[in-house]
């Protein structure tokens, strides 16, 4: 799986605006949080799409691009969480044991 580090916020611009024309996810990752780690590990055990793109936030380092995320995309903060963007807006987000890369799909694919 190939992961895009998102570490600045003007990157959700992009990410924003990319997803008119790919699906783009933001998995959110608490690097001190068990659930976390387990979330993203079985993230990392399926293969991913090659029609999406994936964003790895790591909370701990950069908490301000989380805080805009959910401010940009009108969610509310959890950890672990996945967010999937189509059309500049969030229409799929799932937290802690609900997050699988089944489920990803699925909604990214849709038409």
């Known amino acids: 799986m190939k992961w895009n580090q998102l570490t600045q ?3 959700l611009a992009l990410i ?3 997803s008119f024309f790919r699906s783009q ?3 959110k990752h608490s690097t001190r949080c068990s659930i976390s780690s387990m979330a993203l590990h079985r993230l990392e055990r399926e293969a991913a ?3 999406i793109d994936f964003y790895y ?3 701990l380092q950069y908490r301000h691009i ?3 995320v959910a401010a940009m995309f009108s969610v509310h903060h959890e950890s672990p969480q996945v967010l999937l963007i189509k059309n500049g807006e969030c229409i799929y987000d799932e937290s802690h044991q609900g997050i699988t890369m089944s489920d990803i799909e699925e909604q990214a694919l849709a038409s």
């Open 9 to 11: 916020i003007g990157q």
């Open 16 to 18: 924003k605006e990319q």
């Open 25 to 27: 996810v933001i998995f």
């Open 49 to 51: 799409s090659d029609q």
């Open 57 to 59: 936030l790591d909370l």
């Open 66 to 68: 989380s805080t805009e």
